[in-house]
């Protein structure tokens, strides 16, 4: 059973107000911020429109009205506990008010994520192999991702992908779908491409703080394919 | 006491007028900001076909010389999907392009994990756009979440210079311009517009099939304006992508009330938290399709609608939930219309929920078909053929 949200203030009493107030303001400090919030009317649609308020006790009007009264102490409680319920759908758009709840957790998630708080990273147990995946393939799911551990609840379908996998994927007209580790074949230079991508934009920082053990896997992976294209760039 | 009128939902008349649409055209600050030398446009390919978009603004489809832009999940796990796509270029004989110098929009995992940010996202868009307009061909978007994240990047790349400055940078270090393509375009939209094409072309009788459509969140949710509207259909109070292709093809497409609804998709939920995307699905969507309209097949457009939809059926099954509803694509169903193969094309094999009653009803010799694809599968293992190749499914 999903667990009830706690929104009493004592909940996270031991981090300062001066911190909850700089990842709050780090929020703000968004590009996107201006754009995405406006105010809230309490009219409920958003979460009437919501999946993931259907199965958890998870409300993105709940979030619009912290993010707008500027409650620090609860908008805390949320980065923590509640944003990674969201199913980034975005139905919450059809607000009358123009908010867009979906988009202030996008941006709540990547504050989290940034300044590596715990829960995030709890959130994101798990989740490692994927972005390993997409960050160093440039494609987020596979063909040999289709295995019968990774997807018990797929039924015995996924024994017989697994079985034929192989001979399925050369059973494929396109020739760029013949690979196994990547959903089409991607050349060498798109990766490399990418990989400079990530290196520009900061993206390998935020690994960084998020899970060490992946940086430095996907740093070792990076390093060697950027060296061999001539690149000498080393990830700090 | 004051009488107000009440309208039903179905006699309410959504009249398009770009006059008074609540947003601009996007392309007037595009062209502004290319005669300023800040990016450059890549234009719509003629000849173009035109659909009208939720506010009435004209929309151009390219009808070929299209830059393929895959998706993950579609490639990765129901590449039926994607071959159809093709397949319905090779069969109306157009220029398309496939290619490897392309990577995902990265936007699956942005949504899922937030470990990413707006230059990362911007700068993966353009690679991909600067890559199709480096060859000739413009870019024709698979994934509905690839769409719709690559219309927000456009939005945010013409209304914050700082951004701009940021990707016009990191492209010039790569030794690529800043392009921005005319249209983002959606493949459930190419179908659309040449779904007069695909019926003139239709050998399978669909006019007894019932189906229901899931419109992807993606598609009509992000950047509202630009998703395809008709006022024949629905009104025009919903979006006619994949409705109006299925009409065109004889189907009746049936109502059902939770049509808003998302699949259950999630993001991050479908790879971590599949009991959420499990539950969603089956109670919110397909057990409502079976009881209000119990259609013989669910169409969407999007990589994560068709994988959810059906993958979640497995378990809803072993709880005795009202399943057991075949999922497809939108091309996939064209395709199969027009006669192609349901394993050497659609390749029908990577779907889960049980589809042969439903190629039976349409008069479609699964045995036989399936014996067909074994057959290409045989000569793969004995070495006799290193793959199979579009002559052997078009055979």
Known sequence: ?236 | MIHLPVLKASDRLFKIDPEEAPTHDLRDELFQLEKEGELEVIRVPEPYMEVKTKYGRIKKIPVEKTWHHKSCGQCGHIPGYSTSIFWLNRAFGLDYYDPTDQTSCTAWNYYASATSNPEAQAAVAIRNFAAAHEVGYFPLIHCGTSFGHYKEVRHALVHQPELRRKVRDIMKRLGKKLVVPEEVVHYSEWVLAMRDRIAERQVIDMSHITATVHPACHYHKLIEEDAVYDSEIYGAQRSAIVTATLQALGINVADYSTWFDCCGFGFRHILVSRDFSRSFSVQRKIEVMREEANPDITVTHDTGCVTTLDQSQVVGKAHKKKVGLPVMADSQVAALAMGAHPYKVLQLHWHNTDNKPFLRKLGIDVDKTWAEFQAECDLIKAGKKEFMTWEDAEK
């Open chain 1, 1 to 236: 059973m999903p667990q009830a949200l706690d929104i009493r203030q004592n909940k996270y009493s031991d981090v300062t107000q001066e911190e909850k107030d700089r990842l709050f303001q780090e929020c703000k400090d968004d590009e996107r911020w201006s754009h995405i919030l406006y105010g809230c009317y309490e009219c409920g649609i958003c979460v009437a429109a919501c999946p993931s308020a259907r199965f958890y006790d998870f409300s993105p009007r709940l979030i619009a009205q912290a993010v707008a009264r500027e409650d620090t102490d609860l908008i805390y409680t949320l980065m923590n506990d509640s944003v990674w319920d969201c199913s980034q759908c975005f139905s919450c758009d059809r607000c009358p008010r123009g908010n867009s709840p979906g988009q202030v957790i996008t941006v709540m998630r990547e504050v989290a994520v940034k300044n590596g708080l715990n829960t995030a990273k709890e959130a994101l147990e798990g989740y490692g192999r994927i972005i390993y995946k997409i960050m160093s393939t440039g494609s987020q799911v596979s063909p040999d991702m289709l295995q019968p551990n990774a997807f018990p609840d797929w039924g015995h379908h996924v024994h017989d992908i697994a079985e034929n996998l192989d001979v399925w994927r050369k059973a494929l007209p396109p020739e760029t779908l013949h690979t196994i580790e990547t959903g089409w074949k991607v050349d060498e230079k798109t990766i490399i491409e990418l990989y400079l991508i990530w290196h520009m934009t900061g993206v390998m920082d935020l690994i960084l703080g998020i899970d060490e053990g992946l940086h430095m896997i996907l740093v070792d992976v990076m390093e060697e394919r950027l060296e061999e294209a001539g690149y000498d760039i080393e990830f700090d």
